[in-house]
């Protein structure tokens, strides 16, 4: 198990969680504790509150990203929530609501979609693989993007942490079409982009585009005929 913390934005959750894969003998791996919900960021040993805090954009790339470079699952958590904050305790690190109303917040909701789309496709063997994007894989740490496929190579998922074109390698499937969708993180909604004749390299432009605009590319065997992403 490994943390992540609360001290910067973006941290390489996919280094840690590749180099804990890499230990012998093999072995499950999660991040415990990435930025938690509305958790103001790096408050040690004081809070500069032009730092701001941690929303939901910035839980989501954290969860993703730790899934699919390998982690068995994720943590999600709200800075709130886990001290019980109300009128009767004293608040610790700037937390800037009641526990109650932390209960319905965006990232919890959204930690529900991300596992109801890995649990759409088969989840044993899935296998990280970042070769499967040839161009758009982002040169910060903010814009880095995670993929991985299924161990028959029937499907494979790309978490763009802000939508731009990219091209993906699709020569891992050996079908002469493929079946296309962009998933969009922030409500589970999919959207089918059709019945494409698979090349090596194919370019896909999500809906939206920019930061904040995250996106899941889903590329299917159309004979492994899967229910819509998420479903």
């Known amino acids: 198990m490994i943390q992540t913390s609360h001290g910067r934005h973006d941290a390489p959750v996919w280094e840690f969680i590749e180099k804990d894969r890499g230990l012998l003998p093999v072995k499950p791996t999660i991040d415990g504790e990435p930025n938690y919900e509305d958790h103001p960021v790096n408050p040690w040993p004081t809070w500069n509150v032009d730092s701001g805090y941690f929303r939901a954009y910035d839980v989501r ?3 993703y990203r730790g899934v699919f470079s390998g982690g068995l699952g994720v943590t999600y958590g709200h800075h709130s929530i886990w001290q019980f904050l109300s009128e009767r305790e004293e608040v610790i ?3 800037d609501r009641g526990w ?25 063997g899935r296998i990280p693989d970042n070769t ?13 993007i995670e993929a991985y496929r299924g161990a028959q190579n029937n499907y494979a998922m790309i978490y763009l942490p802000a939508g731009k074109t990219i091209i993906i ?3 891992f499937m050996k079908t002469e079409k493929l079946n296309a969708w962009w998933f969009n993180p922030k409500d589970a909604s999919a959207t089918k982009i059709g019945l494409l004749i698979r090349s090596v390299e194919m370019e896909f432009t999500p809906p939206t585009t920019g930061m904040e605009n995250d996106w899941v590319l889903i590329l299917d065997d159309p004979s492994a005929k899967f229910n819509p992403p998420g479903k």
């Not at 109650?100 to 529900?112: F, K, Q, S, V």
């Not at 040839?134 to 880095?144: A, D, P, R, V």
């Open 93 to 95: 690190n700037y937390a």
């Open 132 to 144: 499967l994007v040839i161009s758009g894989q982002g040169e910060t740490n903010g814009l880095h």
């Open 61 to 63: 790339k954290q969860l």
């Open 100 to 124: 109650i109303n932390a209960l319905d917040r965006p990232g919890a909701y959204e930690a529900g979609y991300l596992r109801n789309l890995v649990e759409s496709r088969p989840m044993k």
């Open 169 to 171: 390698n699709a020569s």
